[in-house]
């Protein structure tokens, strides 16, 4: 079957940096995408991967590791605004999106 | 301003009803999405349309109807056949950018059976 996982609930203080995670088993992968999504909002598109590596994007940077099936989204100099749920999102082999239940980010002054 | 409108943003409906929620978008995206977003879950496909005149089921098409008549309408009806209507529905399009399907979202409707 498909699996994706990412921790239900983090939190963290303003200022700092904190990593989430989201480890996937799926039929195939065409890509793995990061959404943010704030409270009763529309999710937006933070980044895509489809090599292994690192992709920096400013403040928010995406890690992929393929051969682990394991992806992190990196968020550094943390601002109020960044409370928000982050969904990871896998391409499959039939290039369906396959969707984590998200991760509430909770920043703390 | 390009974008995706869906509107209601709450619709309150009773048992038996047939509802349909509007989404429009002027982004001239040639392929549309409806999800539906229950808490705890991800998103779960309802139906897709990658063209005019055609849509595919996804996989929650049960109690659901769409149709796509223009490029840029994907209106949704939830049927009384829809055991568990009670849910946050988001409609989406997309296009190619460097090589990924990136989907742009509208707000969002959020409909409650009574």
């Known amino acids: 079957g498909q699996n994706i996982d990412q921790p239900t609930e983090m939190t963290a203080t303003e200022g700092a940096i904190v990593q989430i995670n989201c480890t996937y088993q799926t039929s195939g992968f065409n890509g793995l995408f990061w959404y943010q999504q704030h409270a009763g909002e529309a999710p937006t598109f933070l980044s895509y991967?489809?090599l292994d590596g690192l992709e920096e994007k400013g403040r928010f940077s995406s890690f992929l590791s393929r051969s682990k099936g394991y992806s992190y989204l990196l968020l550094k100099e943390l601002q109020m605004k960044d409370s928000a749920s982050y969904l990871c999102?896998?391409?499959?082999?039939?290039?369906?999106?396959?969707w984590g239940a998200g991760t509430k980010l909770i920043i703390k002054p | 301003d390009g974008g995706i409108t869906q509107s209601p943003k709450y619709l309150f409906r009773k048992e038996g009803q047939n509802v349909t929620l509007s989404c429009e978008q002027n982004l001239n995206h040639d392929a549309m999405y409806w999800y539906r977003q229950d808490p705890g879950q991800g998103l779960r496909l309802i139906y897709y349309s990658q063209i005019v005149n055609d849509f595919q089921k996804g996989d929650i098409a049960e109690g659901y109807s769409v149709s796509r008549e223009k490029k840029e309408s994907f209106p949704l009806t939830v049927t009384s056949a829809q055991k568990n209507p009670t849910a946050f529905y988001l409609c989406?399009?997309?296009?190619?950018?460097?090589?990924?399907?990136?989907?742009?979202f509208g707000a969002g409707s959020r409909l409650t059976v009574l």
């Open positions: 991967n489809v």
């Open positions: 989406a399009s997309s296009i190619e950018l460097s090589g990924a399907n990136v989907l742009t």
């Open positions: 999102a896998i391409m499959d082999s039939n290039y369906q999106l396959i």
